[in-house]
């Protein structure tokens, strides 16, 4: 927990890599318990993946 002020990109929700081209991120809203809570990931790759295993 040290750097908490950079304004670099979040960390993947899948991979925890905080580099990557902005052009390759993505970002997924989902809502849990009536809170919208933002996924970041680092590319499609990364989401895909997510994706996949959340909805097995
Ligand atoms: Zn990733």
Excluded: I
Excluded at 19 to 28: C, D, L, M, T, W
Excluded at 41 to 50: A, V
């Amino acid at each position: 927990m040290t750097d908490s002020t950079d304004e670099d990109a979040p960390a993947c929700h899948k991979c925890g890599e905080r580099s990557g081209p902005a052009s390759e991120q993505r970002v997924v809203t989902t809502v849990e318990d009536g809170t919208a809570v933002y996924q970041y990931f680092c590319s499609d790759g990364c989401l895909e993946t997510w994706e996949m295993s959340r909805s097995a």
